[in-house]
């Protein structure tokens, strides 16, 4: 099966990227599968059921989201319609929406998308390492599903290591978001599990972490809070990671860094 992730999309220069680049990337990579982060889509918090739709047209497969999950209200009900948007699973019982999915992919085959938060540096929530496990145990790898893929957002690159190497032949492919930079360790781990711990953001790198850089910088500069800060509005870097995995074990033959447009310099499939 072959894989594509994309992390955060932050704002419009985000979405654009989405909605101009997507389709065609999709193609290109014959992607069967494409999972996008869209925890800051709206304006840099929160995602609204329209974005979430304009992702589904331009290609996407499962939308997953983070700490700003709750950001735009409208959400919530749309959450409860719609479960190929998902919010991260260790929410407290009784949270509104779902915490993984499982989505048909073509030739007769199935994919688990979990989207999990981390606990250090982040709110606490239910632990994280205990409610991935007992979804990967629910849907075995080659024969429940074909594939699984785990959105890991998180702060900690330890957290997400950890979470890694834990399930390191149970996961088709354990990915971070959150930090919104893409790290350069993307690679296949010793029991098959293709891993990168940051897939980086879809947004304006001329920024801070996707924001306006002189106002996210002056926080740091007068320990004040600020104005709201709004999304940089340049170009953006597509960014994310592309698997190719084997149907019958679930596991990832290669991995390949996805950076395109924008500042960053491009890396493909
Ligand atoms: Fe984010
Ligand atoms: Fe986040």
């Given amino acids: 099966m072959n894989i594509l992730f994309l992390g955060d999309v932050v704002g419009r220069s985000g979405r654009d990227a989405i909605a101009g680049r997507l389709p065609a990337l999709r193609q290109r ?29 331009a290609g ?15 959400i919530i009900p749309f959450l409860e319609q719609e479960r190929r948007v998902i919010r991260p699973v260790n929410f407290p019982p009784g949270t ?3 915490g993984f999915v499982v989505v048909d992919v073509p030739g007769n085959r199935k994919a688990l998308v979990v989207n999990v938060m981390g606990r250090l540096f982040m709110d606490a929530l239910d632990d994280p390492f205990r409610a991935v496990q007992a979804l990967l145990q629910q849907h075995p790898l ?10 890991v957002h998180a702060e900690a690159t330890s957290e997400k290591q950890a979470l890694a190497t834990s399930f390191d032949g149970l996961a088709s492919l354990v990915v971070g978001t959150h930090t919104h930079v893409p790290t350069a360790d993307h690679r296949v781990l010793p029991g098959g599990t293709a891993y990168q711990t940051d897939a980086g953001m879809c947004g304006d790198y001329d920024s801070v ?9 002056l926080r740091f500069w007068r320990k004040m809070p600020g104005e709201k800060l709004a999304p940089a509005e340049g170009e953006a870097t597509l960014c ?9 074990t679930g596991l990832a033959r290669r991995v390949r860094a ?5 500042r960053l310099e491009a890396a493909g499939e």
């Fill in 142 to 151: 080659g024969r429940a599903v074909q594939a699984s893929v785990v959105d």
């Fill in 60 to 74: 996407a497969d499962v939308v997953t989201l983070g700490n700003h999950a709750w950001d735009r209200k409208e």
């Fill in 96 to 98: 509104p929406g779902h």
């Fill in 240 to 248: 994310g990671v592309f698997v190719e995995t084997d149907d019958a």
């Fill in 209 to 217: 972490i996707g924001m306006q850089k002189a106002p996210a910088a």
């Fill in 29 to 57: 990579v014959a992607a069967d599968l494409v999972v996008v982060n869209g925890e800051n889509a709206s304006h840099g918090y929160g995602l609204a059921p329209d974005m979430a739709r304009a992702f589904f047209a």
């Fill in 258 to 262: 996805i950076r395109e447009g924008g």
